[in-house]
């Protein structure tokens, strides 16, 4: 089977999670050119707002994909992430897990227009959708079909974060728990980490890495000793500063993540462990070594993440501001 039917048959595949069965009715949930009718230039206008930001910064293509990530792990993809804090409620965007999130002026100008063009049509949650998709494929990946239909939440808690977000700590049963909790799996966990491959890292979160591994050593001895002096070099002890997650190509969407991976230049624990056992690191070498359906795979796996805890049909609502709930 060539490639190209095998990115078919993935979107087939992804295209039948979106509907269920009730009573013996199917019920589309979400479909490919939901706004055709009703806003048809709205995933023309998202990309468009894409374009331009990464134009002008790179680090906006990555900071968009990691944000559809938080979004759809939180309450599902709902675009809780988007909202602001108010006096009387810290929002998902504010917790610490979230505060290095960036790229939020971006769904803003998007949504500005869409609502100038075709008012309380578009959901913020599919803009977010739209947005990363366009962020992969304007950088390198391939670009894929959103299947979109998504209505916004009107609930955010930073306190959420902390027991759905997976930390950069995580080993590999805890990775692979963490997806499955959220229907994804562990090759589908080990596709998506490779988003990894742009964008850049705070020094703070792989630190103990470098400086306090455990009780008996400082630096990890997993970690290539080489690597792990750049890594000292560019992050200090204590620095604020950042480094590239994949220092190979850091603005290019390739498999260069897992080849670094198969040598102990994986920047976090969570990136280093997915080659820890004999079945995992056979899917990190398959992923290095034929980068084409990796990226296809990729996407097939954005689009079932696109799906996590969806609010449709009358749920939920359209925000007319992405920050704030009507």
Request: net charge neutral; glycine share 8%; aromatic share 8%.
């Amino acid at each position: 089977m060539g490639l190209r039917k095998e990115v078919l048959l993935a979107f087939l595949v992804v295209f039948c999670l979106s509907s269920r069965e009730i009573e013996g009715q199917i019920v589309i949930r979400i479909r490919i050119g939901f706004y055709f009718g009703t806003c048809p230039q709205a995933e023309l206008i998202v990309r468009d707002e894409v374009r331009k930001a990464i134009a002008n910064n790179a680090g906006v293509a990555p900071g968009l994909i990691r944000m559809h990530f938080h979004d759809c792990f939180v309450r599902g993809c709902d675009g809780s992430v988007l909202i602001d804090s108010t006096a009387s409620n810290s929002a998902e965007k504010d917790s610490p897990i979230n505060t290095s999130l960036f790229g939020f002026e971006v769904i803003d100008r998007a949504k500005a227009r869409l609502e100038a063009a075709c008012p309380g049509v578009v959901s913020c949650a599919d803009i977010l959708a739209f947005a990363a998709r366009d962020s992969v494929a304007l950088t390198g990946g391939f670009s894929y079909q959103v299947p979109s239909g998504r209505r916004d939440g009107r609930v955010s808690l930073a306190s959420e974060t902390f027991g759905n977000l997976p930390p950069p700590s995580f080993n590999l049963d805890q990775l692979t728990q963490s997806f499955a909790a959220k229907g994804l799996s562990q090759d589908e966990m080990i596709t998506l980490s490779g988003a990894h491959t742009v964008g850049v890292s705070q020094c703070n979160s792989f630190s103990s890495r470098l400086y306090s591994f455990n009780s008996t050593v400082s630096q990890d001895p997993s970690l290539d000793p080489t690597y792990a002096i750049q890594l000292k070099q560019q992050c200090p002890q204590n620095s604020n500063g950042v480094v590239p997650m994949d220092p190979r190509s850091p603005t290019t969407f390739d498999s260069s993540y897992y080849s670094s991976i198969l040598v102990n230049r994986g920047l976090f624990t969570s990136d280093h462990t997915l080659a820890s056992t004999a079945a995992t690191a056979a899917k990190v070498r398959e992923n290095a070594s034929n980068e084409a359906r990796w990226k296809s795979k990729f996407a097939a796996a954005m689009v079932k993440m696109g799906q996590i805890g969806m609010l449709t049909g009358s749920n939920g609502e359209i925000r007319s501001n992405c920050r704030v709930i009507n």
